[in-house]
């Protein structure tokens, strides 16, 4: 069977911490989704980072779209998927650098690049950031799991043969 590369969950710990700090965290996330803590432009940025190292096609397309009605260019979303950050706002950088590497190591980022962070931002931004981190981390890797369960059904059951 030709083998699944995309991010999923682990276990159904992982999944439940993400759903707990969401949970903990609702008014974090309602703050940044209504552009109380971040603007749009800057949360569509935010998801974009993770959803590329994550390579969930649902979120890639919705937030593609959201992001360029917020107002980022094209240039920055085809950076963002690329996993650069160089066309991105020079006061964003840093956070966005961030999520990247958050979801690179699976929300255990070394210490010294949360202190930057945490540094660079003042703490209800920080929050707003981990809050949209951990949503689109969620969507991501449910969307994933789905398309597992398809691959798993299409190359698995069927042999690979599309009948």
């Known amino acids: 069977m030709k083998a699944f590369t995309k991010r999923t969950y682990e276990s159904f710990h992982q999944f439940w911490d993400d759903v707990r700090f969401l949970r903990t965290n609702r008014a974090a996330v309602q703050a940044a989704m209504s552009g109380k803590t971040v603007s749009p432009a800057f949360r569509e940025r935010i998801i ?41 706002p020079e006061e964003e950088r840093v956070a966005l650098l961030y999520a990247q590497h958050w979801a690179e190591t699976r929300g255990n980022p070394d210490p010294e690049t949360l202190a930057r962070l945490n540094e660079t931002y003042p703490p209800e931004t920080v929050e707003a950031i981990h809050a949209v981190m951990r949503m689109i981390n969620l969507n991501n890797l449910c969307g994933n799991t789905f398309d597992r369960l398809l691959h798993t059904i299409t190359f698995g059951i069927l042999g690979g043969e599309k009948k």
């Not at 980072?49 to 240039?75: F, P």
């Open 48 to 88: 974009l980072a993770v959803t590329a190292v994550n390579q969930c096609r649902y979120c890639s397309y919705v937030h593609t779209r959201a992001a360029l009605k917020s107002g980022v260019s094209r240039e920055e979303v085809d950076g963002l998927f690329a996993g650069t950050v160089d066309t991105e």
